[in-house]
């Protein structure tokens, strides 16, 4: 599709809106499925909203058409995260899959493996889970020890793996392995196999917040297609470090509500709070305070976004994410802590017909968004890249 500017964007705002306005179900209206598990158990109108998004390839707006995206320009794609956000509607092709490996796979993958997987991907058809952590390999990944032996025309992988998002619903892993013991960064490979198959067992892991997203993996002579080994044998560690730039992108990628299809902080304010004569929020402590995550929060979408337009450009993985992490990760648990304060003892609720299912899930937002430091690297290793590798700081436990 063309990019279009000026009048003819306005135009294709007009084509977007008619499409959501004929397709979106009403009863999803306000909605976000995608972030609990009833994901994993999609009504009717779910499935359909997913189909008729997924045929246009507007989950996925700005990947190439060929293999199933929507071939947006960025404008173009705004336009349609605009018109969503304006009906209220949430975009139902996400995931490990969106988030992570198909921007990674698009980059580093052959040409079979992007028409083999990057499709089902744009189209929701297939959940994707991250095998990188391990018992003894959390904040020195590279420290890994699950291992793939050759066998020809495919791997044999035993080992475990810890903190697996979505394990227990995810039809393929994207795995680090080790495939040389003689070396550590350079011993690590980077491949991809299915989840249903007898050697992969998965244990969920109970939170405070009161679901169980992340997973104990057990691989017991889990088999890998070589077909399936992404990059070359023992080159993982470079596609890894490029994911993970994904990852935290994706992580603090929050948009003005409390999540896709969400009411706004300031709507959520007025209703709670009240408003003064003016119109505007009335405790005008909190207004400030609200106004700043917002407007914080918006500065931080634009850098984030030319961040990662910048590093399409680049050869190798940069370290600009780990900043971007720490600050969106503080931004989003603040915006998190305030809808508590605006809900009140409103605010407070587990169960029980008293509460909403918006207050409800405020509470369990709130619990939940305290993972945020914690995955996808912790806040404090974030801090250790910046410092040593942006701004060339000596690491003082070297230097005694």
Partial sequence: MADFGGTDLEAFRGEVRTWVEANFPAALKGKNPMQVEERNTPTPDMEAWRKAVGSKGWGTP????????????????????????????????????????????????????KQEHIPPICRGE??????????????????????AEDKGDHFVINGQKIWTSGAQWADWCFCLVRTDTSKKHEGISFVLFTMHQKGVETRPIPLIA?????????????????????GPLN?????????????????????????????????????????????????????????????????????????????RGNASPGNTTSIMKNA??????????????IMGHQGLGWEGDDFSAEELGAVRGWLFGKAFTIFGGSSEVQSNIVSKRILGLPDLTQSK
């Avoid at 336009?79 to 698009?106: C, D, H, K, S």
């Avoid at 009161?210 to 002579?221: A, I, K, M, N, Y």
């Avoid at 969106?328 to 304060?341: D, F, K, W």
Wanted: glycine share 16%; charged share 20%.
């Fill in 62 to 113: 700005t990947w190439p058409k060929e293999y199933g995206g929507g071939g947006l320009s960025s404008a173009e794609a705004r336009v349609v995260q605009g018109e969503f956000a304006r009906a209220r509607a949430y975009n139902p092709i996400g995931g490990m899959g969106v988030m992570m490996f198909g921007p990674t796979l698009l980059e580093y993958g052959t040409e079979a493996q």
């Fill in 126 to 147: 297939i959940a994707w889970c991250q095998g990188f952590s391990e018992p003894g390999a959390g904040s020195d990944l590279a420290g890994l020890q699950t291992k």
């Fill in 210 to 230: 009161g679901s169980s997203p992340f997973c104990e993996v057990f691989l017991t002579d889990a088999l890998a297609d070589k077909k399936n080994l992404v």
């Fill in 235 to 311: 080159g993982g560690w470079t596609i890894a470090k490029r994911l993970l730039q994904h990852e935290r992108s994706g992580l603090t990628g929050a948009g003005g509500g409390l999540g896709s299809g969400g009411k706004p902080i300031e709507q959520l304010a007025k209703e709670y709070v009240g408003v003064d004569e003016e119109g505007r929020i009335a405790d005008s402590d909190l207004r400030t305070r609200l106004i700043n995550n917002v407007m914080n929060m918006r500065a931080f979408q634009q850098t984030a976004v030319r961040a990662m337009v910048e590093a």
């Fill in 328 to 341: 969106g990760t503080s931004l989003i648990q603040e915006r998190h802590e305030m809808a508590l304060e």
